[in-house]
């Protein structure tokens, strides 16, 4: 259903031919990337630590320039974009969450609104909307710190701040890092709800090669700043790249153990 | 007797709102001048490490000048200013007092500033500045919205530091002509009354005690997000200044100020001045422990009204005439310099205070030293101790000339401590003021000078400019000039230097002198 909608539709974001390195070039972290996503997808990108899932994260909304190349986001190429104002369209979660330790669990969710000059009502009407949303308690979680907060909970506030101003676009690095299992499934499977009901376009970093093949609408493999393989979960589970069969081992090995070991009831 | 029986106390509290506002006044506004001019400096140096690196060694530089010096380097700065401003767009300002204070203050306040403020903002997590430009801020609300509130409670610190370092360094505001606490410091010192000194010590440690305080509740506050704390301090802030500053700004504006420079006897006389004003119906307050090259300029520019120099003074500091000159002569040559600067000589105290060769009594009759003469053939073995000023002055350059001395060592000391030092044989020789009571109470001589290497310095009345015609203010003084001999000036030095108030050591002064 999703791939016949959005066939011909331009990319919401796209890289073509993306170069950019650090340390005056001795550091390739995205190398020659070309990449769209369309309206609607959720895409996962996956690789290990240091391939540059962040970087090209970061290229997307202008926080770094591309050395070469273009990255454009709804048809428009960043580079004739006000960063500003792009930014404030596109939601961001961070990697390790990066809450402002200085607002409250309101102030932090309602601040790109704030910086649009939303009205104040309206602010805290759509701070209470999007704790629904993350399903956080209002009255127990508006006036909190984030220092008050358990992880999980700060993740979610971390997707509500995303979520805050509307956005048609998110990017997501690792949201659901360093959690417990069942919190990072419950919240994968949140997520994946709201992307579909808000029909939001989705970049989602994570290590988890599962959790890609769970969740994404398509999967990107990157390794040493270089793009190895894209597709749909089974299209990148018939890859031929050495790295992304490594990869993929992991999660077969896990299942074949886990069905011989489960009882097929579930009753453990 | 009980501590608080002494009736110092009670002068000292009299003061008190007088001075302690002043104290808040200049203080406040040298920490205000400061932070405007610290905080943008450290936003705007921190990203530029060669700003960043001149500014901060600047401010340590300022940081290593002694506070007095820096005070003191401020007044003929601001003195040259004035008048280049004057003569290009024929507006002067004061250079004496609050304005060289407030300048030196907001320097000596920066480094802690400068420097918290670049460390708190360099401590702040690079992910959330990260954070703040991803959800879409602007560089200046980075800055405003982020930075600044996370790197706050490391700035308050630094804010700390500099009032505590501020509130202390005014104290030492007295001799350019600021009114602080330091004006009980410096009097204390000067007459002995230690109790005094103690007062202002007491009094400038507990208000930065309070500041430091309060300052530390509004850090506590923002470091707890807690605005309850913050609001509290805040409010706390406000009210202690506002208690110190409105007492002092009700008081009546006193029409006369009467200037007085660092040692006992101007003391007693700038009280004698005042009370003599008061006699005749005119308000006036005092402004004591004014430095010598200071005084001068601020009668000359009306910031002060009527003091008592010393001719030989002037003539030979103010007015720069070379060499030696009669007593006459030196009068002579004053009223002319005098009446070019408009200030105006309303005549001779009485007594002259020179500066003299001054020895034990017995230790001069054991060794045959009457005069300047005889001492000179013992002078290679002996050591000699003079103010801080002397071994720079034309006298000293004179005596030597004049009779071939040579001293095996030259010490500088504070006035008041150099007769004890020379009774107790701790130096051999001392240049002291001939009209200092302390000769008699520890039994000195003061030897001859045949060779009349040290004119005689006559004490004189000076005015205002402002107040060259002003005829209740000469009539109020016209009683003072040819009254006070070298011995009642003398006795009352003494009576001053063994803790009794000026106050009332020049009430008792005038009670002996006044025409009947
Ligand atoms: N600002 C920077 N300056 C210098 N090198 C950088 C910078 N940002 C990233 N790099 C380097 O670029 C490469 C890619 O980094 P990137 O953060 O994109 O990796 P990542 O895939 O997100 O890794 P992780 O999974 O650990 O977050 C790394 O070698 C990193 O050290
Ligand atoms: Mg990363």
Not at chain 1, 46 to 67: F, M, P
Not at chain 1, 252 to 259: E, P, S, T, V, Y
Request: charge should be neutral; glycine fraction near 8%.
């Amino acid at each position: 259903m999703l791939a016949t909608m959005t066939r011909d539709a331009p990319p919401m974001i796209a890289y073509t031919a993306v170069d950019k390195s650090f340390d005056g070039g001795r550091i390739k972290a995205v190398d020659g990337v070309s990449l769209a996503v369309a309206r609607g997808e959720l895409l996962a990108i996956v690789g290990g630590s240091g391939s540059g899932k962040t970087t090209l994260l970061r290229l997307a909304n202008r926080l770094i320039e591309a050395d070469a190349g273009r990255v454009e986001i709804e048809g428009e190429d960043v580079q004739a974009a006000d960063p500003i104002a792009l930014r404030r369209r596109i939601g961001t979660v961070f990697q390790a969450g990066a809450l402002f330790p200085h607002l409250s669990v309101a102030g932090n969710i309602g601040i790109t609104p704030k910086l649009l000059g939303w009205p104040r009502d309206a602010i805290a009407a759509r701070v209470d909307e999007l704790l629904d949303l993350v399903r956080l308690d209002r009255a127990q979680h508006r006036s909190r710190f984030p220092h008050e907060l358990s992880g999980g909970q700060r993740q979610r506030v971390g997707v509500a701040r995303a979520l805050a101003a509307k956005p048609a676009i998110v990017l997501m690095d690792e949201p659901f890092g360093a959690l417990d299992p069942l919190t990072r499934d419950a919240l994968g499977e949140d997520f994946r709800a709201l992307h579909q009901r808000l029909q939001l376009t989705t970049v989602l970093i994570t290590h988890d090669i599962t959790e890609a093949l769970l969740l994404a609408d398509r999967i990107a493999v990157m390794h040493k700043g270089r793009l190895l393989e894209q597709g749909t979960p089974a299209e990148v589970s018939r890859s031929t790249e050495p790295y992304v069969a490594e990869l993929l081992q992991t999660p077969r090995r896990q299942a074949q153990r886990l069905g011989a070991l489960l009882p097929q009831d579930g009753a453990a | 007797m009980s501590l608080f029986a002494d009736p110092r106390w009670r002068d000292a509290f009299a003061n008190l709102p007088d001075y302690l506002g002043a104290h808040v006044r200049v203080s406040l506004a040298a920490l205000a001048l400061g932070l405007a001019i610290s905080l943008p400096l450290a936003i705007l140096a921190r990203h530029r490490p060669v700003l960043r690196g001149a500014l901060l060694s600047f401010a340590g530089i300022v940081q290593t000048i002694p506070g007095l010096a820096l005070l003191a380097l401020f007044y003929p700065l601001l003195l040259a200013l004035a008048a280049l401003s004057l003569s290009a767009f024929g507006v002067g300002f004061s250079a004496f007092g609050f304005l060289p204070a407030v300048l030196a203050l907001a320097l000596y306040s920066m480094l802690p500033v400068l420097r918290n403020t670049i460390t708190g903002l360099d401590a702040v997590d690079p992910a959330l500045v990260e954070a703040a430009q991803g959800v879409g801020m602007t560089q200046r609300q980075v800055l405003t919205m982020v930075e600044l509130p996370l790197a706050l409670p490391v700035i308050m610190a630094g804010i700390r530091t500099a009032a505590v370092w501020v509130i202390g360094t005014a104290t030492l505001s007295t001799p350019i002509g600021q009114t602080s606490l330091g004006n009980y410091i410096f009097a204390g010192l000067q007459t002995q009354n230690w109790v005094l000194v103690l007062f202002g010590c007491a009094a400038a440690a507990l208000l930065a005690l309070a500041v430091d305080q309060l300052l530390a509740l509004i850090e506590r506050g923002l470091r707890l997000r807690s605005r309850v704390r913050a609001a509290l301090g805040g409010l706390g802030l406000a009210a202690l200044i506002a208690a110190t500053l409105l007492p002092s700004l009700a008081g009546a504006r006193s029409t006369y100020v009467i200037g007085a420079k660092t040692f006992t006897e101007q003391y007693v006389l700038a009280a004698l001045l005042e009370q003599r004003l008061a006699a005749a119906g005119l308000s006036a307050t005092t402004r004591a422990g004014l430095g010598s090259s200071v005084i001068y300029d601020a009668l000359k520019s009306s910031d002060i009204d009527a003091y008592v120099d010393y001719s030989g003074t002037l003539w030979a500091n103010q007015f720069k005439h070379p060499g030696l000159a009669t007593r006459d002569q030196v009068l002579a040559d004053l009223k002319q310099d005098l009446a070019k600067d408009g200030v105006t000589l309303l005549g001779e105290i009485g007594f002259a205070n020179a500066y003299a060769l001054v020895m034990p009594r017995a230790k001069a009759e054991a060794q045959g030293i009457r005069s300047i003469a005889d001492l000179a053939a013992r002078a290679p073995s002996m050591t000699i101790a003079g103010d801080y000023e002397f071994f720079s002055r034309p006298e000293w350059a004179n005596l030597r000339k004049a009779y071939g001395l040579a001293f095996k060592t030259e010490r500088q000391m504070q006035p008041d401590f150099m007769y004890a030092a020379v009774a107790s044989g701790e130096v051999d020789i001392i240049a002291g003021y001939t009209s200092d009571g302390l000769i008699a109470k520890y039994d000195l001589v003061v030897l001859d000078d045949p060779r009349q290497a040290i004119p005689p310095y006559d004490a004189v009345l000076l005015l205002s400019p402002k107040h060259a015609g002003d005829a209740k203010l000469r009539d109020a003084l016209k009683p003072l000039p040819g009254r006070i001999d070298i011995e009642a000036m003398r006795a009352a030095n003494l009576q001053a230097g063994s803790g009794s108030t000026p106050d009332a050591v020049a009430r008792a002064l005038w009670e002996k002198v006044k025409p009947r």
